[in-house]
């Protein structure tokens, strides 16, 4: 009996040995997007564009073990992400993650990740907060986390400043969904429309998944104010710009990147017409240096139109890329390549702040003409 329990342990000694010894068949880039719900159409199209970098890479032959890219829905939900997030960072092959689209979602799995010591850079998500936690006295954790776009504090400074300081208006009416990204932007865009001399005559929240706006969409028409803006996503302004255009309130509406999508216009028609949309960087199909991206997008993905932050997400699979030739596989060592890199891609020169930050800080106006965004500044 004590013989064969002796058999036993030896073989399982052998088996610990020899799973340990084995080496990874693959290395892994988590994505960790909303790919359904409303959300949904954003997020693929940015799962598209990893893809389309990993594939590249693939077939360049430079990378040891061939790279795969694990998808996982966070359904834009917070608890949801930090449930993705808790699978992605329990799997040792995966080294980096592109994530999360919604400020609220990055913000708590982003904490999972510098736990597990794996970089994530988020393409979309602008709540300052993301990386300035990591600034924080009670933050311990490895600073892993960055981000391709630039921040709500200047997206939303620079749409107070265009509303207040072009178009001469005097007063407006904000709207926000409660959200880190949209109240945080909301919030930006109230505190600087004042500073410049603005009055903002109403500061509102209402519920993501809300479809009926009418009763606020009243009391702010009574307040009459030159415009509206709305710190959001796509749905919710869709449906509140057609409400406000049914109830007669045909102050010119203003929104961030959150909302600027075709889906919007898809979902709003005609009452979209003249509202204006600010967006991080420059529109993708404005960059020279993303004229490759693009062609090679709509050859692989034909029939699927580039989303906002598509290239955004590319740009940060290609950081990520760059990092591995020179580290390998290790997190830690991939970690602290991306903060000290001077990335030329798709956005032109990337470098990153010691909070994480991009060092872009372009942003651009859209207004819709004809069904189209075009740039007005």
Same mark, same amino acid.
């Given at each position: 009996?004590?013989?064969?329990?002796?058999?036993?342990?030896?073989?399982?000694?052998?088996?610990?040995?020899?799973?340990?010894?084995?080496?990874?068949?693959?290395?892994?880039?988590?994505?960790?997007?909303?790919?359904?719900?409303?959300?949904?159409?954003?997020?693929?199209?940015?799962?598209?564009?990893?893809?389309?970098?990993?594939?590249?890479?693939?077939?360049?032959?430079?990378?040891?073990?061939?790279?795969?890219?694990?998808?996982?829905?966070?359904?834009?939900?917070?608890?949801?992400?930090?449930?993705?997030?808790?699978?992605?960072?329990?799997?040792? $092959?995966? *080294?980096?993650?592109? @994530?999360?689209?919604? =400020?609220?979602?990055? #913000?708590?799995?982003?904490?999972?990740?510098? &736990? /597990?010591?794996?970089?994530?850079?988020?393409?979309?998500?602008?709540?300052?907060?993301?990386?300035?936690?990591?600034?924080?006295?009670?933050?311990?954790?490895?600073?892993?986390?960055?981000?391709?776009?630039?921040?709500?504090?200047?997206?939303?400074?620079?749409?107070?400043?265009?509303?207040?300081?072009?178009?001469?208006?005097?007063?407006?009416?904000?709207?926000?969904?409660?959200?880190?990204?949209?109240?945080?932007?909301?919030?930006?865009?109230?505190? $600087?429309? *004042?500073?410049?001399? @603005?009055?903002?005559? =109403?500061?509102?929240? #209402?519920?993501?998944?809300?479809?009926?706006? &009418? /009763?606020?969409?009243?009391?702010?028409?009574?307040?009459?104010?030159?415009?509206?803006?709305?710190?959001?996503?796509?749905?919710?302004?869709?449906?509140?710009?057609?409400?406000?255009?049914?109830?007669?309130?045909?102050?010119?509406?203003?929104?961030?990147?959150?909302?600027?999508?075709?889906?919007?216009?898809?979902?709003?028609?005609?009452?979209?017409?003249?509202?204006?949309?600010?967006?991080?960087?420059?529109?993708?199909?404005?960059?020279?240096?993303?004229?490759?991206?693009?062609?090679?997008?709509?050859?692989?993905?034909?029939?699927?139109?580039?989303?906002?932050?598509?290239?955004?997400?590319?740009?940060?699979?290609?950081?990520?890329?760059?990092?591995?030739?020179?580290?390998?596989?290790?997190?830690?060592?991939?970690?602290?390549?991306?903060?000290?890199?001077?990335?030329?891609?798709?956005?032109?020169?990337?470098?990153?702040?010691?909070?994480?930050?991009?060092?872009?800080?372009?942003?651009?106006?859209?207004?819709?003409?004809?069904?189209?965004?075009?740039?007005?500044?």
């Amino acid at each position: 009996m004590i013989q064969r329990i002796k058999l036993h342990l030896l073989v399982l000694a052998a088996l610990i040995i020899s799973a340990c010894s084995q080496k990874p068949k693959s290395i892994r880039i988590a994505v960790a997007m909303p790919l359904t719900g409303d959300m949904g159409t954003e997020g693929q199209g940015v799962k598209r564009a990893v893809m389309l970098a990993i594939e590249e890479a693939n077939a360049s032959g430079e990378f040891s073990l061939p790279l795969e890219a694990r998808a996982l829905d966070d359904r834009a939900d917070p608890k949801e992400a930090v449930s993705v997030a808790n699978m992605i960072a329990s799997d040792p $092959s995966v *080294i980096a993650v592109i @994530g999360h689209y919604n =400020s609220g979602c990055s #913000i708590p799995a982003s904490q999972v990740y510098a &736990r /597990a010591n794996i970089p994530m850079i988020s393409p979309a998500s602008t709540n300052p907060k993301l990386t300035s936690q990591q600034e924080e006295p009670s933050w311990t954790l490895p600073k892993c986390i960055f981000r391709v776009v630039p921040t709500d504090d200047v997206q939303g400074s620079f749409a107070a400043e265009f509303v207040r300081g072009k178009l001469k208006f005097n007063q407006v009416a904000v709207i926000h969904d409660k959200s880190p990204y949209g109240q945080g932007l909301a919030e930006q865009f109230h505190d $600087s429309f *004042i500073k410049n001399g @603005g009055q903002v005559i =109403s500061f509102d929240g #209402i519920a993501i998944g809300e479809r009926d706006f &009418r /009763a606020l969409l009243t009391r702010i028409k009574g307040a009459k104010p030159e415009g509206v803006y709305f710190g959001g996503l796509y749905m919710e302004a869709s449906l509140i710009i057609k409400q406000a255009r049914e109830l007669g309130l045909k102050a010119p509406f203003f929104s961030g990147d959150g909302s600027k999508t075709d889906e919007l216009i898809k979902v709003a028609g005609g009452a979209v017409e003249g509202s204006y949309f600010s967006i991080t960087g420059i529109p993708v199909e404005h960059l020279p240096s993303a004229k490759p991206f693009l062609e090679k997008y709509n050859q692989k993905y034909p029939g699927s139109s580039v989303k906002p932050f598509d290239h955004f997400g590319y740009e940060a699979t290609q950081i990520i890329l760059t990092a591995l030739k020179q580290t390998g596989a290790d997190r830690a060592k991939l970690t602290e390549a991306i903060r000290s890199m001077r990335h030329e891609g798709v956005l032109g020169v990337t470098e990153f702040d010691q909070k994480g930050d991009t060092k872009n800080k372009i942003i651009t106006m859209t207004q819709v003409k004809n069904g189209e965004f075009v740039i007005v500044n």
